[in-house]
């Protein structure tokens, strides 16, 4: 499902206001968010919540056979992989594949689109399979799937460093 037929779900933007954005995007080439926020106030914590789960919906699963390009890996140093769950794994088509995990998939887009600014599509995976990918990819010593668990991201990168 498209953004705007998201917020028009949920009663945040009218059919119309999503056919001005349209017509706006059009002469603009801005994204669809950043146009909402400034012609009909929608704000930004609105515009990033629909995109979570608009990435959520169009998430495939981890194939690990797949392996990892390092290329793509070399995108994102060990801190910000462990403390954002993601790797990096191959660019395909203008497009950064990456895994997380459903739980970290907020913190993993946040990430993708504040630092990485390119296109991401993710792969997801569940919690222990990133933390094997990611100790693979990106050790460091004395961190491991309880990352995860909500013991501390912050606090246990600082211990780790």
């Known amino acids: 499902m498209r953004i705007g037929e998201m917020l028009v779900r949920m009663g945040v ?3 119309s206001q999503v056919e001005a954005i349209l017509e706006e995007q059009q002469s603009q080439n801005e994204p669809f968010g950043a146009i909402a926020e400034r012609m009909f106030g929608v704000s930004p914590d609105t515009i990033e919540r629909v995109w979570i789960e608009q990435t959520q919906d169009r998430a495939t699963l ?17 801190r910000q992989a462990w403390q954002f769950g993601i790797v990096p794994i191959r660019l395909d088509d203008g497009y950064l594949v990456a895994v997380t995990s459903r739980k970290q998939l907020p913190r993993a887009v946040r990430f993708a689109t504040r630092v990485l600014g390119m296109a991401v599509r993710f792969e997801i ?3 222990e399979t990133l933390s094997a990918l990611l100790t693979h990819q990106y050790p460091i010593r004395g961190l491991d799937k309880s990352i995860f668990e909500g013991n501390g991201i912050a606090a246990m990168l600082r211990r780790a460093a």
């Open 13 to 15: 933007l009218k059919a």
């Open 62 to 78: 981890f194939d690990p056979s797949a392996g990892v390009d390092d290329e793509a890996r070399e995108l994102v140093v060990r």
């Open 125 to 127: 995976a569940d919690d």
